[in-house]
Every structure is written in C-alpha cells, then in structure tokens.
C-alpha cells in the first residue's frame, strides 16, 4: 500500500527517509533542485538519539572517523588575541554537513532526479499528481517535503511561508575561508555590536570556514538568490576593517557554495495534509541556533519511514503517529536559549560582559551544562521491523 513514494530534497532529512522506505520495501524517489547534492555548511552536531539512528544505518564507525573534533568557541580581540575559551563538551559527534550528506547519499538506494523541483501537486483519493518545473507530470501514492527551510512542498500543501516561520532577529552565512585562518579544532569569533564573524576549522579538513552573524529586523530578500544574499553580508561587514574580516569577506564572497538566510524557526499545527507530510527543516527548523537540526532531521525521518511500515502503507495511521511521536522532541529542542545573545551581544558594553563571564569558570560551566542538557536521557529509539 503507498508504495511509490515522493521526496522533495536530498538533504539529511530525505536521504534518511529515502533510506529507511527502500530497507521497509517502499520505492522511494527523490527529487533535489541542486544538481546534485549540496554539501556546504559548517559541523552539524549527531546526537543523542540521532547517534543510534545513524548506527542502524552502519555508517557511525565512519561518521566518528570523519568527526570536525572541534574543542570549543575562542573569542578574541581586534589584534586577533584570544579573551576566552569555552570548551564544549558533545554528548555526539560534530561532523561536516557536506561529509554526512556525501555519505547518506552513497548508501541511499532510491531513484533520484537532480536538477528539478516540484512545480504543482493536485491530491486524489487514490494518489498525488505531481508536475515538475521541467514540464512533465507522474503520479505518486505519497509525497514528502524534506526540502528545508523554504520548502516548496509545504507551500504548495500547507500554504505560504509566513504562516509557519517565525523570524529570529539574526542573518547568517557560511562559505569556504582562506586555508590558513584560524586555529585547528577551534571557532574562533570576533565581535562587533549586534554582529559577529568567525571561523570554522574542522580537525579532518584543511579548509577553513568563514561564518557571520548579524542582528536585524527582518529584510527583504529572494532565498534563492545568492547575489543578493552575497550584498546583504558585504553592507553588513564590508565597512568594518578590522580584525580578518576583509580576507574573510572576500574569501566568502568567492564561493560559489556561499550560504545565506534568516535564523528562523518553523512552526506548524501539523506536518501532514492529506497525502502530503513533512520532515526535517520544512516542517520543524529549530536553526543553526539550537545545534539540533541534523538530529531532528535523522530521527524524524527514521520514525516517519519506520511508522508508515508499521501501518503497512496506511498514510493516515503513520503521519499522526509519526507526529506524536516527534512532536515532543522538537518542542525541546526548538527553546534555543541564550545561545544567539551570547555569541552577538547587542553592545560594546554587551561583549565586554560576555567576554568577562566566559573567563569564569561559571559561564563556562553553563554553556557545557546547557550542551549536556541536550543528553538524550531515557528516550529511546522505537524499533521497526524489516521487510
Ligand atoms: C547548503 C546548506 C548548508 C547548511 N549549513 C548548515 C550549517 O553549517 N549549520 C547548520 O546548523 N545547518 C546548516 N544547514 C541546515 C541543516 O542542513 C538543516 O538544519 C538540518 O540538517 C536539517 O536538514 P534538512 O534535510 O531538513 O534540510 P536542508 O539541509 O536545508 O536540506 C533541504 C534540501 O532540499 C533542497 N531543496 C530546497 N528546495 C527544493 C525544491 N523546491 N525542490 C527540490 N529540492 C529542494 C535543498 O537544495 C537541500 O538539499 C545547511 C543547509 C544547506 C542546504
């Protein structure tokens, strides 16, 4: 029952789905707008329960082999000296994003079209039919919007974006940064009020990443165009010559791979609508913010696959248990904290206060509290079985 099954976007959240509907005897097929999958961005944290779903995919032993090993966040001063240092205990494995999405997508099975998007869905009782930008039309019993933030599926199904996002205040972007910057296995961040810049430096790669922050109220701008996004950053940085903003800037702004949004979350009374559900980043985007995007994504898409399994196809059944299921992890994981206010204080006075706390062990203290406040506690990963 269901078998034929849609999902928009080859991220974590639709490999994992893809992965676990192919080993249930699902036929998945996966559509991403990308030419082929995007492996961008800065170390995502696996965690928690997400460590045990990546296990029963057999790819842990080589998720810890490829971990970004980052100690902690150092913030420094204009002359480039370090103020403070927090180590950040994990109680999982910070890994590249690009190295887990290259590694999901060469143990997924499914049938995959690059290089296109959904364009309309028309639901039936017995089906979806789908149209796509590049003008033809199939038929699928479900379809999954695992396509992120700006999901198309979600606007198409559920209605317009501003009914679900909910808009953080902040503006972010990661891009590849000149090779020697920074200082291996660190962040290294710079503040000025109301924004900060730093640098990502994974122990397994010799690429250094440059990533900025910057409060606001909301802008106006178009998601897919990077353009746009490059001049949002550069009138936010370009005027600010100090520290190693300038090669970063310039390092960033030649990047093809450059990335750029809003710090939002989003918010919906539910994730499914007749045929249609979501998962991952479309349906719940906790943001960069809570370090816990990856380990929504990995988990939900292992529950939603493992309960329409369950349901032998039956939709109705596996979305609302799905959602049930999910739910209460998001709620906690999507309460990001003082996370934002600490990393870009508002004011000069702001980061000197900042800067203080994080030499006394007591701020350090917090900030390792609040990362083993994540610990995945009793929960425990439901077992489906296998066709
Ligand atoms: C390039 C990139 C870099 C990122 N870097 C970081 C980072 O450094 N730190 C961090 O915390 N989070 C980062 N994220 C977000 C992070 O991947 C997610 O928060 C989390 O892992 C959940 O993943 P997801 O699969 O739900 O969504 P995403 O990882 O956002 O994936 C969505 C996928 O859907 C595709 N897509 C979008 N629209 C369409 C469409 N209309 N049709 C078909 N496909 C579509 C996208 O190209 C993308 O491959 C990044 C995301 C991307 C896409």
């Not at 590249?96 to 028309?122: C, K, N, P, Q, W």
């Not at 639901?123 to 699928?140: C, I, M, Y």
């Not at 940064?177 to 009020?193: F, K, Q, S």
Request: hydrophobic fraction near 45%; aromatic fraction near 8%.
């Amino acid at each position: 029952m269901n078998g034929r099954i849609l999902i928009s976007g080859a991220s974590i959240a639709g490999l994992t789905l893809a992965y676990w509907l192919a080993r249930h005897g699902f036929h998945p097929t996966v559509i991403e707008r990308a030419p082929r999958p995007r492996v961008g961005g800065n170390g995502i944290d696996v965690q928690n329960l997400a460590i045990d779903v990546v296990e029963r995919m057999g790819i842990m032993p080589r998720v810890r082999a490829a971990a970004a090993d980052v100690q902690g966040m150092k913030f420094v001063d204009a002359r480039d000296r370090a103020i403070a240092r927090i180590t950040l205990p994990t109680g999982g494995v910070e890994v590249m994003r690009g190295d887990l999405v290259a590694m999901l997508h060469e143990i997924t099975d499914a049938e995959y079209v690059f290089g296109d998007s959904i364009r309309d869905l028309s639901q039936h009782a017995d089906g979806v039919s789908v149209s796509f930008d590049r003008g033809h039309t199939r038929r699928f019993d479900l379809v999954v919007g695992a396509d992120g933030l700006h999901s198309a599926v979600r606007r198409l199904a559920f209605g317009p974006e501003s009914h679900f996002i909910q808009h953080k205040d902040h503006y972010f972007a990661f891009a590849d940064a000149g090779t020697a910057l920074g200082e291996d296995r660190w962040v290294t961040m710079y503040n000025l009020p109301g924004k900060m810049a730093g640098i990502y430096r994974s122990g397994n790669h010799p690429q250094a990443k440059a990533y900025f922050i910057f409060r606001s109220g909301p802008l106006t701008f178009e998601h897919r165009d990077v353009e746009q996004h490059k001049r949002l950053i550069s009138q936010a940085f370009a005027s600010e010559p100090t520290w190693r903003i300038k090669e970063l800037l310039a390092a960033a702004l030649a990047d093809p791979g450059f990335y750029f949004d809003a710090l939002s979350q989003v918010r919906m009374p539910s994730w499914s609508s007749g045929r249609v559900a979501l998962v991952g980043d479309a349906a719940y985007c906790a943001s960069p913010a809570s370090g816990a995007g990856a380990e929504l994504a990995l988990i939900g898409a292992y529950r939603l696959a493992g309960e329409l399994a369950a349901a032998s196809g039956d939709h109705r059944i596996a979305f609302s248990r799905y959602e049930d299921a999910h739910r209460p992890l998001v709620r906690q994981k999507q309460q990001i904290g003082p996370n934002v206010r600490l990393m870009v204080p508002k004011t000069v006075g702001g980061i000197r206060v900042r800067d203080a706390a994080a030499r006394l062990p007591l701020m350090r203290a917090m900030a390792a509290a609040e990362r083993l406040m994540r610990a995945k506690g009793s929960m425990r990963l439901p077992d489906y079985a296998l066709a």
